[in-house]
């Protein structure tokens, strides 16, 4: 029922969608989906919450293959496995948006974590690298990856595949995005080590 969601939001949009319409596509009654799902929004937000599951495995795969020297190497494999999620994914260009997959987290997960692939790729870029300020940087993915999403939707939008001009862009931006944020979180940091060694002379 869930692929059959997500086959039907790329036909026809999440807004035409209804629940008859995934249950009969998918061959089963309307009862039978009821029993798993209230409504198409919570079909949506099962489809969206398992892709972002499959993001963070992929993410961890390419972290532990990959020589990932730099915090921008880590970026730019967060960037690449979301566009390999936007192409692979039927639907979730569309439900990755915050009016349909609001809610769409683990129970577990934080309400302040905002955007769950932005809270994906923090804990990867934390764990893996010598980040200053977590918090600071969970904020500044959330500001990147929400314009990154939407630069992507508008490349998907031009060419089916995605046009790779436009992909570079939201690359780009991301990056001067991120690097102002953590070069002012590093600097911060700087500062009071700085101050001690003043002290200790």
Known sequence: MVDTCGVLIDEIGYDRLSATMIAHRAGVTIGSLHQ????????????????VDAYARQLQDRFARDGLTHW?????????????????????????????????????????????????LTRALTARFAVADPGRLHVALDVAVAVCAALVRFAFRRQPGGDERVLTEAKEFVQACLRHHLSLAESAAAAPSARNEGRRR
């Open 36 to 51: 798993f799902f209230p409504d198409k929004r919570a079909v949506a937000q099962a489809l969206a919450l398992r892709a």
């Open 72 to 120: 921008w190497d880590g970026v730019g494999a967060g960037i690449d496995e979301y566009i390999v999620l936007y192409r692979a994914v039927p639907g979730i260009r569309i439900v990755h948006r915050d009016d349909v997959v609001v809610g769409a987290r683990a129970p577990d997960a934080d309400p302040g974590d905002g955007d769950a692939i932005a809270a994906q």
